[in-house]
């Protein structure tokens, strides 16, 4: 499982056109889902994402985490972060789950992140989307159980 974590000060994604996920202050995640994931390793990555200190404090210093600063989290799936480029020119995705695993696993990462950080934003899983955000920083950081 991987998951590209951005801090950001609001971010929104969209399908045809309308917004079905946005949140201000947090986390926009974009998670990609292998073959080989499984429940145990999403529940390691959730409580990764709840206990990354990745906001500053009062003196500048990443120390607080997304519940410390009352921070929202959208997640967005995108099988693309399982692309293997390293023969040719166009991407393998053969790493990348297949689309019902990979959706069943989607659903309960959301689920676990809704347990844990309550009201949870997210995309359409296998859709179209297009997503705005402005990174915080820029502060980015990869996760990869």
Do not use: W
């Not at 998951?3 to 045809?16: F, G, H, M, S």
């Amino acid at each position: 499982m991987r998951v590209v974590l951005q801090r950001v000060n609001y971010a929104n994604v969209k399908v045809d056109g309308k917004i079905i996920g946005e949140i201000k202050k947090g986390y926009l995640a974009l998670l990609g889902i292998s073959g080989e994931d499984t429940k145990e390793i999403a529940d390691k990555m959730v409580n990764k994402i709840k206990n990354l200190r990745l906001f500053d404090d009062e003196d500048g210093k990443t120390n607080l985490s997304i519940s410390d600063v009352g921070g929202s989290l959208l997640v967005v799936s995108q099988f693309t972060l399982y692309a293997d480029c390293k023969k040719g020119n166009r991407p393998s995705f053969t790493l990348a789950a297949k689309p019902d695993m990979a959706e069943d696993l989607y659903e309960y990462f959301l689920t676990k992140c809704t347990e844990i950080f309550g009201n949870v934003e997210h995309g359409s899983f296998g859709a179209d989307m297009k997503v705005t955000l402005e990174n915080d920083g820029p502060f980015t950081v990869i996760l990869e159980m």
